[in-house]
Nanobody, 126 residues
Framework: VNLVESGGGLVQAGASLRLSCTAS????????MAWFRQAPGKEREFVAGINWDGQRTDYLDSVKGRFTISRDNANYTVSLQMNNLHPEDAAVYYC????????????????????WGQGTQVTVSS
């Protein structure tokens, strides 16, 4: 499974960005998907996840109400709409795939994810 992220950039605090992740393979529609982030000197953390059919989502508390994860199984993409960005949101954002098919939950543990994208940088100036 190949995951390719796009949409990162440099924005001011309060602005919005939309990250996208495109996956290879028809089995994408069975995967749980998530966004993680890693800032310099910090551990990688779960940001948002969505199960295979989009019926389950989960968010890091600090992004609830600002970020929205969604998926388009027909086009093998998962997106993260980020509104009202804070300087502390700055990090490299990674898309990840959980290959356990048709799971009815969202996994927060990074170790459970099987494939990762290369990451896209999000920088937020104050």
């Amino acid at each position: 499974v190949n995951l390719v992220e796009s949409g990162g950039g440099l924005v001011q605090a309060g602005a919005s960005l939309r990250l996208s992740c495109t996956a290879s393979g028809r089995a994408f529609r069975s995967y749980g998907m998530a966004w993680f982030r890693q800032a310099p000197g910090k551990e990688r953390e779960f940001v948002a996840g969505i199960n295979w059919d989009g019926q389950r989502t989960d968010y890091l508390d600090s992004v609830k109400g600002r970020f929205t994860i969604s998926r388009d199984n027909a086009n093998y993409t998962v997106s993260l709409q980020m509104n009202n960005l804070h300087p502390e949101d700055a990090a490299v954002y990674y898309c990840a795939a959980d290959l356990r098919a048709d799971a009815d939950y969202v996994e927060r543990n990074a170790c459970k994810y099987d494939y990762w994208g290369q990451g896209t940088q999000v920088t937020v100036s104050s």
